[in-house]
C-alpha cells in the first residue's frame, strides 16, 4: 500500500512539473504603455520589452531609462527593474494585450502596476 502511494505520488509530480515545462510562454515583446498607481498619484511609463523564449529583457522609460530582466512562464510575467542599487520587482499576469500585477520595492511599498500594449507600433 504505501508503494503503491509513493508511486502515485511520484507519477503526479512528473505530470505536473511536465505539464508546467510544457506551458508556452505568451509573446509580450513589443512597446507596453505601463501605469503605476500610488495612493497619491498615478506614474506613466513607456515599456520596450525584448523575448527570447521564456527570457525577458526590456527598457522602462518613464523620467529615466532603466533596464529590467527576468521571465516569463505561461501567463506570468516576472521581471526587476534595476536602478543604482534599488530594485523594482514587478509580477504580473498577460491576458492578451493586457498586464496586472504589482511593483514592489523596499520593505513592504507595493503599489498596483498595469500595462496595456501600445497601439503606436
Same mark, same amino acid.
Given at each position: 500500500?504505501?508503494?503503491?502511494?509513493?508511486?502515485?505520488?511520484?507519477?503526479?509530480?512528473v505530470a505536473v512539473t511536465w505539464h508546467v515545462s510544457a506551458q508556452?510562454?505568451?509573446g509580450v515583446a513589443g512597446k507596453w504603455d505601463v501605469t503605476v498607481r500610488m495612493p497619491d498619484r498615478?506614474?506613466?511609463?513607456?515599456w520596450t520589452i525584448q523575448q527570447r523564449g521564456s527570457?525577458?529583457?526590456a527598457t522602462a522609460k518613464g523620467e529615466r531609462e532603466l533596464p529590467a530582466a527576468g521571465s516569463i512562464a505561461g501567463?506570468?510575467? $516576472?521581471? +526587476? *527593474?534595476?536602478?543604482g542599487n534599488q530594485?523594482?520587482?514587478? $509580477?504580473? +499576469? *498577460?491576458?492578451g494585450d493586457a498586464m496586472d500585477g504589482s511593483i514592489?520595492?523596499?520593505?513592504?511599498?507595493e503599489y498596483l502596476w498595469s500595462a496595456k500594449r501600445s497601439k503606436a507600433r
Open positions: 500500500m504505501k508503494r503503491t502511494t509513493l508511486v502515485l505520488a511520484l507519477v503526479w509530480v508556452k510562454a505568451v498615478s506614474v506613466s511609463e513607456q527570457a525577458i529583457t501567463a506570468f510575467f $516576472r521581471v +526587476t *527593474v534595476t536602478d530594485q523594482y520587482r514587478v $509580477r504580473a +499576469t *498577460v491576458d514592489t520595492y523596499g520593505k513592504g511599498k
